[in-house]
């Protein structure tokens, strides 16, 4: 053991290196260093150190040394390094970032590494900047200007969050077969066809297929799913009008759910998602029958993922429609026995958002007047 540099530390020293190791986010250096630190305190060789945070013994004698020659934070933080210069200093990286959150030049969409240097060339009295210099900078301030994200803003006021709690509340209920809530959306799904024959895998060789397919058009998935039982039913239909939809709905009431009072029916607010869509498709007395037996509860607009059945769509696209299907036929079939097998499985969504939930991390985006209350 290192005698010449004892490390002691108070109390305060090693409260706050043991936070630093509970949690948060730091550099893996500096979370070694505070190993370091706590093991020599508790007089730990330097070679059980070296070999128990996986260190170099040189890393634990400096670190040892610039605590008893300095303080905690210098034993923390890098030493200088000897190396060139940046090549930017501080003004002329922040007129690169400056830069790179501008509108590119005209004629092009995105800023590439390749511009951000040549305007930085012109902007500053630099006769040349490598493409690293450029991204090293712009890594260090997190931008990558070549990307972009898309995403949906939702419009959270009283009516988001009113539709939302209606929905959470409805998955929180205890299972009533009298009054059964059921999931329904739809997706599309596109037949694609092969041009050439795919070869299969071998021992040694993965399957194979031609990138070029051949496109037969579209067909258009129902999905129903109950919350509250492990049951899921999918519908092939070559549209999606409003009469699909009215007969998908009256499926709903006179073979899935014949003997339910109401069907709590969770859906978005697609224009054929209404009561209006059973009067175009069947009499009137039929609609009403149809009518009294559903309830409908819309989810806020831009946000599918309060409905449950997106879940299901999403595990019927991973386990089943990850792959080539030519035609409808063949594609019913393959969904057929997707939903037999899941349903016999009893495979369940286990749901855990709830309204207290809701309150608690979106509580920013309450509108204020029921926060102050």
Known sequence: MNVRYRVELSQIERTELRARLSGGKHASRKLKRAQILLAADAGTSDEEIARSVVVSGSTVYRTKRRFVEGNLERALSEEPRPGAECKLNGKEEALLVATACASPPKGRARWTLKL??????????????????????????????????????PQVGGEYVARMEDVLDLYAEVPDSRRPVVCFDESPVQLIGEVRQPIPAKPGHLERYDYEYRRNGTVNLFVLFDVHRPWRKVKVTERRAARDYAQCMRDLVDIHYPDAEIIRVVQDHLSTHSAGAL???????????????????????????????????????????????????????????????????????????????????????????????
């Open 116 to 153: 951000l240097a040549a305007a930085m060339v012109k902007l500053t009295e630099h006769k040349s900047l490598s493409h690293e210099t450029v991204r090293r900078r712009l890594a260090e301030n997190g931008l990558k200007p070549w990307r972009k994200d898309m995403w949906c803003i």
């Open 279 to 373: 009067y175009q498709a069947f009499p009137p007395a039929e609609a009403r029958r149809i009518l009294r037996r559903l309830e409908f509860h819309y989810t806020p607009k831009h946000a599918s993922w309060l409905n449950m059945v997106e879940i299901e769509i999403g595990v019927l696209r991973g386990q089943c429609l990850d792959r080539r299907i030519d035609d409808s036929k063949r594609l019913g079939r393959e969904i057929t026995a997707w939903e037999r097998q899941r349903n016999a499985a009893r495979s369940r969504i286990k749901w855990m958002f709830t309204t207290d939930k809701a309150r608690a991390k979106m509580a920013g985006a309450y509108p204020a007047s029921s926060k102050e209350s």
